[in-house]
């Protein structure tokens, strides 16, 4: 066990893999010799030699499509999309051929392909560098959608990612890969060191892909959250003096419905939290499962708190992202209701 | 808006629209084309220096003359067998297509595609690559899965979506998958397989493989965005893979100006990546199977991609949805200068004394025959409108394992 | 009036709006002389000549990122996607570019951009000619989604769109171009010249964005439902025996809330219809914004009948497309519930 | 796997991931490149067709020697007056860049990028194009609205995203938009700009106008595919446009030789579209405008769109989050083989007997004082710290008109 930051322990995931399975590689713009924008893959050039850890052109079409095709040809890629906000160049070949070469082959060729990309908000990187995309990716069967909240969920589902034989979207909150951080950018920065999930395994551990958590256990009313609104959530969760179970997703598809539905069974009341825009966000979905499974358990409405539906404004940032007080709102909210 | 309205000055701007040269009513006009004689391109060693070889892309790598000779150094010397062997799957792709599109026109599938006119430029490389090199065709290279060997039936089964369909009706018709014949799951989406050969060809490098890519697009496909990164990819990692241009002058209604034939040709688009261009009359089979073979050698050899254009013309619909009567004369077909590829094979093996009219007759009766036999066979298993495939297995294969929304969703479907 | 195909009401709605405004031009892949696959653009090129409507080079992002630019300059470009299904590599370019021109450069700079996209199956079009693909516009703020289910409503929200400062995503039933198309393909196919709304005036009219149509009145149950939907939602109102109210959204961003709330709000049931694919459809939106809107008023689980979350298979298609009978029996759900 | 280890045998695929021949650490290495003599390139009519122009991919057109004469055909005949301008508004973009990149340092603002050694390319352009000719930039060409006399400090209000800023703190720093001088809202998303310009052109081509656009883009950012579809688009509409690519050998830590060149260059990108390419020392004030008014003329005859290759090197690194001493060495600057810009220019001059190096010195006095002017003022109304924009402000310009949801949306933020 040693103690790490998220980007040490997803370079700690890659560094595991690329050890012990020799069809696995890695690349992306600047992941070579550089080590990636945010040293995911810092060393692994060095260690493992630049034909499995490389740069690549500024063409996520041409990275995601040529990662395709060596998943079909039998490798194991893992690329780097240096900012999800950069993803769009690559959707057609995710959308159209990773999710929908196994289905359209009768299962005869297949994509064993994990997409990395750094998402979310909270470091002042304006509407190109904060985008939450998870539920443009959500919609797409096929597709599996992964998102860690600390260091050791992110090596354990980002081995998992890597030994699926599905192409999976790896979603990483970059405002916590060196720290924890809950939304109140008032406090002091708060090290990964800190916080018991930064124990993270030198070696090979898993998490299934498509099994939440409960981080907090509650009786007054459910929070749905993943990635960096997981620390959020749990914020506002202590600030409240709100009993609230707190889930943590991990898995968006296929996504941990028994969890899901067993807590706001108990609770009655859920509010759903997430930083992407609201509209059609992966919120709406959460939604309309709670709704449909839990119709008759549910005392109040419920409630989602989210990024509003405008682009990431630069230096309104923080009345952007979705913090503790207007979860506490929300929260209350679905309790007085 | 004033702006838009803008100033019209003398020396205003104006938009170029390209238009072909003739429209339904008009006489074809292939004028003022002028190819280089059969036999008269030099053939570059397959080590030559891609700046060296700029200049292919603006010639035409041509070895059967008009009259069945072949000539000059890019003949492939093949055997009179083999070239029998070609000839025989040319005609069974035009006896396939034909019966196919009349399948299709019957009502028994919704959807057909011929390549009418392009035969040699898949069976060639289907002879000319390896059989465990990987083809990522597009749509109209049904010649490499016959040149190949796949079962005829089996195309059928899938056109008709029936019981045997290898891909349990999922597909829309021709959209063809085989991992056996090397042959990657055709994607509706044009150019898309373009990268994805790269990176196989790639992931075939990094494993210290010998097997190749190729990679099939039309003129009009290559204005995708796939296509430049295709080639980027190719170049910067000096992939093992071939990517074939089909240049058959047409996208649907829209000629190959509107793809950007009307500037330079589609082979010139290599030297911008410093990948070899080479540029071949695609209706002479011997033609192609050499610059095949030529392009397949470099890059056995580490040398890096090669971009080939294959200069045709398609000589039917562009598919069963298409009338292409309403754009372009009726007869422009036949009037293409290069003819027709059967024609020009059978006219060399007939010159060789290998061939003759009679036995050109009998293997174009005994590929319909074929055809047509499978076809029954075909039949009786099913076609599209029987509905063969159970309403379960629409949820088979979207993952490995069947996530429990699916498995909800499979529930309810049936109750 | 004129009784018009929803082809011919599309294809008046160019002609109307080229004919008064000059900086209207069209293109796209086959738009030019030959009309359209769909024949939507047919006769314009002859009529307004070549430089007006003409055809693309097969390059879905060229074509949004050139008429970006020429909105930006100051026209009103109308393009056509071949196939909803080919929007994908344009997608970065909607997204990315349309999408926030306005926000990010304060308003400076507008792109008063229609992209006109065929869209849904019921074609036996397979996989890539059959998709469904509005809640990845509805996701995105900046675009405004549109989708008509009348040959009258089609003309009228096309000139709306067009005459929009904004980018307006006009997906295009194709089901129905020819004719309403009531999901019983065992019945004989009708004509629109059968349907009142195919009355359809020659002249300059327009239907607001923004504003849903009640295209049913009734007191049991609501259906929300767009496109060739509607008409599936009709032939189950008449045929379930339920009195249900059938709403027909016609734009889907923004939404008419005041519609759907008013109608939820006296019939204390809901069922939505969508073709998509069901996980983070643009149902889950609905569903969300009902039980936010309605909680109080909901006398059961709201229900959503959608596609599969499964890529459109071929010779499945009618065990995947959404039909009546699959309606009523969530109809009898929510009335027995 | 036993697919992936794969057979291993003599003749087996490898695969080649270039790297730059020197890392930190290494001594700098631009041995073995040679560039054509300053004044040796012809300079050819604007009306020369396309074909006859390929060779200038691969040359490079030079005005300035190194002891600053100005050689050959392409000598653009400026006056001193107007190369006293222009050496000013390259002295003014360091002053401003050298500046804002400390007070990123300092914490006033969240970022910032230079154009260190790449301020002819937009100077020149920002000169040799008309004023009302639209520009579509990257991030770094902030010499563009230097050289169109855009306000200094309305571009310092934006950096810190203050009251004034007139993109009301929505964007990131640099990413500057102004309708009034030509320049296009920048985008974050590398290459969208590409189409757009060329749409712009088509528009204004349609609508008779005579202004024509012009558009940057990285060699980095040449592997996107808006970069081809763009070629495409100006090729087949002869759209009067110039694509211009900065070639500074870097894309954040990757050499030019991860987007393609080492295969060939930039400029030969344009062949294969039938575009005119020209390469041109971007280091050489003299030789960017000459070919920047070539390429406007030959656009604003109706004769097409240029693709034109700027060959320089970045000075800076990326930007304030980027270190790039940790890939390359950190002379590598000083080493440039073509030297800079500005002293280029300088020595011009003054061999002219137009400037002196006291005078050189007053200039870059003033320039720096004049930023630093500027910047107190910029200040004085506020740094990205203190949050100048109201929360409702937000909501606006989504949508012209605020709908519904975002109405509701901007009163619950309130709340
Ligand atoms: C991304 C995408 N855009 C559009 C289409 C629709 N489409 C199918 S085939 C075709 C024409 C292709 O022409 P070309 O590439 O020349 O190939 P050919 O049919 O001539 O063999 C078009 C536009 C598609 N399938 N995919
Ligand atoms: C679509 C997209 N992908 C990736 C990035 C991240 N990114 C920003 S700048 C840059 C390097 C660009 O290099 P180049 O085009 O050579 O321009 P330069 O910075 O050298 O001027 C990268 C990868 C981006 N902004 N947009
Ligand atoms: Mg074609
Ligand atoms: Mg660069």
Redesign the pocket.
């Given at each position: 066990m040693a103690s790490m930051s998220m980007i040490q322990a997803l370079n700690s995931a890659l560094d595991t893999v690329m050890g012990r399975d020799p069809n696995v590689l890695t690349f992306g713009e600047d992941v070579g010799y550089f080590g990636g924008v945010f040293k995911v893959t810092e060393h692994l050039q060095q260690k493992y030699g630049a034909k499995r850890c490389f740069d690549a052109p500024i063409s996520e079409g041409g990275i995601a499509g040529t990662a395709i095709g060596m998943a079909v040809y039998g490798l194991r890629p893992v690329v780097e999309i240096q900012f999800a906000d950069y993803m769009y160049p690559a959707y057609d070949q995710l959308v159209s051929e990773a999710a929908k070469i196994r289905y359209r082959s009768a299962g005869e060729f297949t994509v064993p392909l994990t997409v990395r990309m750094p998402y979310g908000g909270g470091i002042f990187g304006g509407q190109t560098h904060s985008q939450s995309p998870e539920a443009l990716f959500t919609h797409v069967a096929g597709l599996k959608t992964v998102i860690p909240s600390t260091p050791y969920d992110a090596k354990g589902l980002l081995i998992s990612a890597i030994e699926d034989d599905d192409p999976v979207i790896f979603l990483e909150p970059k405002r916590i890969y060196n720290g924890p951080f809950d939304g109140r950018r008032d406090r002091p920065v708060v090290p990964w060191s800190k916080h018991d999930a930064s124990e993270v395994p030198e070696g090979h551990y898993t998490i299934p892909i498509g099994k939440a958590a409960v981080v907090r256990e509650g009786a007054d009313c459910t929070i749905l959250a993943y990635g960096t609104m997981v620390h959020v959530a749990m914020a506002a969760a202590e600030e409240s003096g709100i009993d609230a179970e707190v889930i943590d997703l991990r898995t968006l598809v296929p996504v941990d419905i028994e969890t899901i539905v067993k807590s706001v069974s108990k609770t009655g009341r859920c509010v759903i939290v997430h930083e992407a825009t609201r509209t059609s966000g992966y919120g709406g979905e959460l939604s309309a499962l709670v709704q449909e499974h839990c119709f008759y358990q549910l005392e109040a409405p419920i409630e989602r708190v989210t990024g509003y539906d405008t682009p990431y404004p630069h230096a309104l940032e923080w009345e952007y992202f979705p913090t503790p007080p207007r979860l506490i709102k929300a929260m209350r909210r679905v309790m007085e209701a | 808006m004033d702006q838009a309205s803008g100033p019209r000055r003398s020396n205003a701007l104006s938009l170029h629209v390209p238009a072909p040269r003739a429209r339904p009513g008009d006489k074809p006009d292939f004028s003022g084309w002028s190819f280089p004689e059969p036999g008269a391109t030099p053939k570059p060693d397959i080590d030559a220096p891609a700046f060296e070889l700029r200049d292919y892309a603006y010639g035409l790598i041509r070895v059967l003359d008009m009259e069945g000779n072949a000539l000059g150094p890019w003949a492939p010397h093949l055997s009179p067998d083999f070239m029998r062997r070609a000839l025989n799957h040319m005609l069974l792709t035009r006896a396939f297509d034909e019966r196919m599109h009349r399948a299709q026109r019957q009502g028994k599938t919704s959807f057909y595609m011929q390549s009418l006119g392009e035969e040699a430029i898949s069976v060639a490389a289907g002879m000319a690559l390896s059989p465990d090199d990987m083809c990522f065709p597009?749509y109209?290279q049904q010649g490499l899965l016959i040149a190949r060997d796949y079962p005829l039936i089996d195309m059928m089964h899938q056109i008709y979506s029936n019981a045997r369909d290898p891909l349990k009706g999922r597909q829309l018709p021709i959209m063809y998958s085989s991992k056996q014949a090397g042959f990657f799951t055709i994607s509706?989406?044009?150019?898309t397989q373009l990268p994805q050969a790269v990176g196989w060809a790639m992931a075939s490098a990094y494993s210290g493989d010998v097997r190749i890519a190729a990679a099939w697009?039309?003129?009009?496909?290559t204005a995708?965005g796939d296509f430049h990164s295709a080639l980027t990819f190719a170049a910067v990692y000096r992939a093992p893979v071939i990517i074939n241009v089909?240049n058959?002058q047409?996208?649907?209604s829209s000629f190959q100006g509107i793809?950007g034939g009307e500037n330079t040709t589609f082979a010139a688009r290599g030297i911008g990546y410093g990948v070899p261009p080479l540029r071949v009359d695609g209706n002479d089979f011997l033609a192609v199977y050499a610059v095949t073979q030529w392009a397949a050698e470099r890059a056995r050899a580490n040398l890096g991609p090669t971009l080939i254009e294959h200069f045709s013309y398609?000589g039917g619909p562009?598919s069963t949805s298409d009338d292409p009567a309403r754009y372009r004369p009726a007869d422009e077909y036949s009037c293409w200068p290069l003819g027709d590829p059967i024609a020009r094979l059978k006219q060399h093996l007939i010159s060789l004394g290998e061939w003759s009219e009679e036995q050109h007759r009998a293997a174009q009766e005994e590929a319909a025959e074929t055809v047509r036999a499978t076809g029954r066979e075909a039949e009786k298993v099913g076609t599209l409108a029987e509905g063969a495939h159970a309403r379960a297995s629409m949820f088979d294969d979207v993952y490995k394992d069947v996530p429990w929304h699916l498995r909800q969703q499979r529930d309810e479907s049936g109750s």
């Open positions: - | 597009s109209r509706g989406n044009l150019a697009v039309g003129d009009g496909a995708e089909t058959n047409w996208a649907i793809a398609r562009h």
